[in-house]
């Protein structure tokens, strides 16, 4: 049977299966264990709960193997049987060890909560630039499959043009560093990109550049207060002018476009780094409603392991 004692002998091992070294493990499982007695309490006494405290049998397994499987399940995404039958449990009773330590996880965690009121409470200069490196945010869309909808609303809706598979979509918003400062909820894969960023995106502060790719054309007129940067696109190009001869780009544009490319290349970093987990880049088994929750875990984990630190 796995377990934290014999995992953490191998610290090679133990990153590739947890996405964390032993000491990022530790410095998170002391925090838990700090916050986890009232933490349980509050969850046991629920106004909802049928039962007593002290009803029903005690965890198999102690917190930090509960944990440690929480890791594995999320780094390597296997099937709940077998994360189970690896720590001694039964499929079910390891998804509902696995799901009753989330939310306290995700509070643990520097989320993208916790980012965007962070944003909010910006005032000076010294605070933006701390917060935004170079006075620069970056934004990006990633798209994750999801298994085929029987609903054959959803199958239309949730089908992406650009992937040719069924999937859902989430924004991510980046400073310089990769700190992930905003993610919006999921939303269907036929939506656009712009689309989901005037339904969800970060107030930023008037003096940080927001930088786009071509999937956001439009923002520059509908937020004119934004100061932001998109690169030139050809024109004579796009849907319903076949056979106009395009525009070609000029020295100066083209090198723009590079220079902001390069520039841009640090949210495509931590769309790889979220995808390292792979609850958040292989095909999502789960139900969507806990979509959500998991993949704030994942920028919670991607965020602590850039800044080293639980404090916001």
Do not use: W
């Amino acid at each position: 049977m796995l377990n934290y004692a014999i995992l953490s002998k191998h610290p090679e091992h133990f990153k590739t299966f947890t996405g964390l070294t032993t000491q990022e493990f530790n410095t998170l499982n002391q925090q838990i264990a700090q916050q986890y007695p009232a933490y349980e309490h509050n969850r046991l006494t629920k106004t909802n709960r049928k039962r007593a405290i002290g009803a029903g049998h005690p965890y198999k397994l102690d917190l930090t193997n509960r944990l440690l499987m929480l890791f594995l399940y999320y780094r390597l995404y296997t099937s709940s049987t077998l994360i189970g039958y690896l720590f001694g449990l039964d499929q079910t009773n390891a998804l509902r060890n696995i799901r009753n330590l989330e939310p306290l996880l995700k509070d643990v965690l520097p989320n993208t909560d916790k980012q965007t009121q962070k944003i909010k409470r910006l005032k000076t200069t010294a605070e933006i630039e701390k917060m935004f490196p170079g006075f620069e945010a970056f934004t990006d869309a990633t798209e994750q499959e999801i298994p085929r909808p029987q609903n054959k609303t959803k199958r239309k809706t949730h089908y992406s043009g650009k992937k040719k598979k069924h999937t859902v979509k989430t924004q991510l918003t980046v400073n310089k560093q990769g700190t992930i400062v905003h993610k919006s909820p999921h939303a269907k894969g036929r939506t656009h990109d712009y689309a989901l960023y005037k339904h969800s995106h970060p107030k930023l502060p008037p003096e940080v550049a927001a930088k786009f790719d071509l999937g956001y054309v439009g923002v520059e007129k509908d937020y004119p207060l934004l100061k932001c940067m998109l690169p030139f696109k050809k024109k004579g190009v796009g849907r319903g002018k076949k056979g106009v001869k395009a525009e070609p780009l000029s020295g100066e544009q083209k090198l723009f476009n590079k220079l902001l490319s390069s520039a841009r290349v640090v949210v495509e970093h931590a769309n790889s780094r979220v995808k390292k987990f792979r609850i958040f880049g292989e095909e999502f088994r789960n139900r969507l409603r806990r979509y959500d929750i998991m993949t704030d875990i994942v920028c919670g984990v991607v965020n602590f392991r850039i800044s080293g630190t639980l404090s916001v």
